[in-house]
């Protein structure tokens, strides 16, 4: 017995140095996440004065010769490309520029420097319909008429302008939905040579108020009325008759005595 427990000590012994001389594995790596991403930035050529981007309500920029931002347009409607670079192609009250500005009547042209746009395909344009104003003069070269101090386009547009047209006018007419009253309010009447449509103002958005809600009163539960209860008349007792009398009689066929129906002293005879 005493062997047994030697030959078991020593094997938890030997197990134990065995043990303690291999070194432990290494525990694994905790994973670690991953970076944000960056956020996608851009470097946006732009030639003259635009609105600023990044944030609401930030403000015009008022740079006049061509010039790079970090960013790219936030409302591309608004803007026309010239090869690399961007022209604003709106109105520019409506984001802040204080500056002078002229008012000019349906689509016409922009004024571009053809040094800094040397590889635009054609001319770029201005879509918006109707009244509304520019930070710039007007162009100079043929073109454009002055009528009332409103500056209309009366010369041809380009095949491939009048195709992109449409879509570019719906464009940029949806960005300034928000903005009618801003634009200039002229009364003047287009010259001849005009080929555009008189712009009607849109009207301001109808705010429809709903009904209040219909208020239904029940009707109260019909009052049922239980009849009477019906009298129970209580008649007088029916009288009690007595037949017969005191006196002497024979019965049937006579016979002494008292008797009701012949009762009395004496006797029945048949």
Wanted: hydrophobic share 40%; charged share 15%.
């Amino acid at each position: 017995m005493r062997e047994r427990l030697g030959i078991w000590l020593a094997s938890v012994l030997l197990t134990a140095s065995v043990s303690a001389a291999k070194p432990a594995a290494p525990l694994p790596a905790a994973p670690t996440a991953a970076p944000p991403a960056a956020p996608p930035r851009g470097k946006g050529r732009f030639l003259g004065a635009h609105p600023l981007a990044g944030r609401a309500n930030a403000g015009y920029c008022y740079i006049d010769v061509p010039h790079v931002h970090d960013y790219l347009p936030d409302r591309p409607a608004l803007y026309q490309q010239a090869g690399d670079a961007y022209v604003f192609a709106g109105d520019p009250v409506p984001f802040g520029y204080e500056g002078d500005k002229t008012v000019f009547y349906g689509h016409h042209p922009i004024p571009v420097d053809s040094d800094s746009a040397t590889s635009a395909p054609g001319p770029t344009f201005c879509f918006l319909k109707g009244p509304h104003y520019h930070d710039y003069p007007q162009p100079e070269g043929p073109g454009f008429k002055v009528k009332d101090n409103v500056i209309f386009y009366v010369g041809a547009i380009p095949p491939p302008v009048a195709a992109s047209r449409p879509q570019l006018e719906r464009a940029i007419e949806a960005e300034f939905r928000p903005y009618v009253a801003q634009r200039p309010q002229v009364v003047v009447t287009p010259p001849p040579e005009w080929q555009g449509v008189v712009w009607v103002a849109p009207p301001e958005p109808t705010v429809v108020v709903a009904p209040p809600p219909s208020v239904v009163v029940a009707a109260p539960p019909p009052v049922v009325v239980a009849p009477p209860t019906p009298t129970v008349v209580i008649g007088a007792p029916p009288p009690v008759i007595f037949f017969g009398g005191r006196g002497k009689g024979k019965g049937w066929k006579g016979g002494h005595g008292w008797g009701h129906f012949g009762g009395g002293k004496g006797h029945w005879k048949h």
